[in-house]
């Protein structure tokens, strides 16, 4: 199905074909079921997508300072 959605971070308007039942979209939508419960079969980044509109290369993006920062052994050597 395709499904369009505006990015919470950029406002950036995409499209993407994903793999999701039209009965599914609705019960999450209106409020029926969680998107994991309507969805349990789309992986992450599709579930993310049709939640906020952020894709995986917005996120890895958007955060990848942060994820640096965090992401860090016990002799302080940063990936």
């Known amino acids: 199905?395709?499904?369009t959605r505006t990015s919470v971070?950029?406002?950036k308007v995409?499209?993407?074909n994903i793999p999701?039942?039209?009965r599914d979209l609705d019960l999450f939508e209106k409020?029926?079921?969680s998107i994991h419960d309507a969805m349990p079969y789309l992986?992450?980044?599709d579930r993310e997508f049709i939640l906020c509109g952020i894709t995986n290369t917005e996120f890895?993006?958007?955060f990848s300072k942060q994820l640096k920062e965090i992401i860090s052994?016990?002799?302080g050597v940063k990936f």
Do not use: E, N, P, W
Request: charged content about 30%.
């Open 9 to 11: 971070l950029t406002g």
């Open 73 to 75: 052994d016990d002799f």
């Open 1 to 3: 199905m395709i499904v």
């Open 20 to 22: 999701v039942k039209q």
């Open 43 to 45: 992986d992450s980044s």
């Open 60 to 62: 890895k993006y958007a």
């Open 14 to 16: 995409r499209t993407r």
């Open 31 to 33: 409020g029926y079921a």
